[in-house]
């Protein structure tokens, strides 16, 4: 095949005109301008965000030769040229109080030389508000405005709350200006991970539609399964050739890998355009999302507000908590799921409340394996290698080694965790496991302080008792109590008993029994 990915291509207009791969959403962009004036739209990094904002830019300009065969080309029957002001905060680190104003300025400064800089002395919202009026009155037209990535400053100053409160109260003053501006805009939408509400950047916007969980434009920025199989059937064919595989099989593993997003109940099913792109770019499977980089601080507040994380796999918000994350250093939910780490499973419309859990596995590896140094003492600082170590030991029956490299993970526990110990125990405990989970058959239950595992490789049956402040015989003897092997009675692999004793004391592995 000679096709070619807009892989890392966030321009509409070099898209169509380089002849890349590009699936239709020109209907919903076209809905989009006919439903409404003022838009929100949050998605996860690299989820096609910049390419909508593209796309609209080319629309309000009215390069109709750049739509031709698609969707919007019947539709639209006037094609009018508007004024656009693109405002791209994705370009630019933020480190301190002046960086904010630096790229404010850097836009500002160009339109200014283009329609008038009488203002070029005010405050970054007055200018602003001077040249959106301006231009609106030279031209005879009212302005769009497209704002990409507009809470990237303020993702990168989470952690220093003096200079978050800076970039909040400077961008609340210039993105407020929307709204005083109302007669002189044409379309307005602002794009990014996160929504800063309540209290913060949008309280003076309050004009803005938010549809991030909207029904009607669920499916706006990533790749549906009809899209995918519709648009990549030759590309899935081939990449199934490249890796040994069936077309069905093919499928079944791009569906596992990469799709699994929803941003509402009951919505389709969407993969994951940046995986998705790369995968029949490179013709392998990968963690190419993932591996774009994860934000630190979104770890540093799952342990600063003390996060389970068995409850990954059983997480509950409402909508109302899911739209903001104003909240986020007491529940990081919000936060977690806005940035694509989480996603809708299922929804309880009685109490409106939605079910989360991980979208796929490309994002339940990578963030699992991100967590592993990030809680645990790793020997070698080298998380693939350490579970690979895990998962050789468990299919050779080496359960003495497991047991001593899960043991080392303990051995550096900071003092200061000593009253949350029990919570990182069960913390690290479900990070090993869910890993284990990849390579083998990896089961863990909670409940009042029991923990126990249960792992299955093809020749070896691990049932564990982990006790706190115990003893390891009286782990062992409660698996022989409650009958934890009894399911395992007629099974002809190998079968392991085995018994932990965590200790505060210690604040690690103190003894450990294994019976077979």
Known sequence: MNRIYPVGIQNFEEIRKGNYSYIDKTA??????????????SRPRRFGKSLLLSTLESYFRGKKEL????????????????????????????????????????HLEKWEAQYGDEKKDRSPEERFSYIIEKISKVTGLNVVILIDEYDKPMLQAIGNEDLLTEYRNTLKAFYGTLKSCDRYIKFALLTGVTKFSKISVF??????????????????????????????????????????????ETKASLKAMYDGYHFVENSEDIYNPFSILNTFAEMKFGSYWFETGTPTFLVELLQQSRYDLHRFTDEMASADSLGGIDTMSTNPVPILYQSGYLTIKGYDKEFQVYYLGFPNKEVEEGFTKFLLPRYASLETGNPSFEIMSFVKDIRQGNAEAFLKRLQSFFADTPYELARDLELHYQNVLFIVFK????????????????????????????????????TAEEALQQIHDKGYVVPFATDTRKLYKIGVNFSKEIRGIEKWIIED
């Open 67 to 106: 739509f031709k065969g698609l969707a919007i080309e019947k539709l639209e029957k006037e094609w009018k040229e508007y004024p656009v002001l693109h405002l791209d905060l994705n370009t630019k680190k933020y480190e301190n109080s002046s960086s904010i104003n630096e790229i404010l300025n850097q």
């Open 203 to 248: 309280s003076d916007l309050n004009n803005l539609m938010d549809i991030s969980m909207s029904d009607r434009f669920a499916t706006i920025c990533g790749i549906t399964e009809n899209e995918l199989h519709c648009n990549f059937k030759e590309d899935i064919i081939e990449l199934g050739q490249k890796n040994g595989m069936t077309e069905d």
């Open 435 to 470: 890993l284990l989970g990849f390579y083998t058959q990896a089961e863990y239950h909670t409940s009042n302080g029991r923990i126990d595992m249960v792992v299955k490789t093809d020749k070896y049956i691990y049932v564990m008792e982990f006790k706190l402040d115990g």
């Open 28 to 41: 919903l962009v076209y809905k989009l301008v006919q439903s409404g004036k003022y838009y929100f739209l």
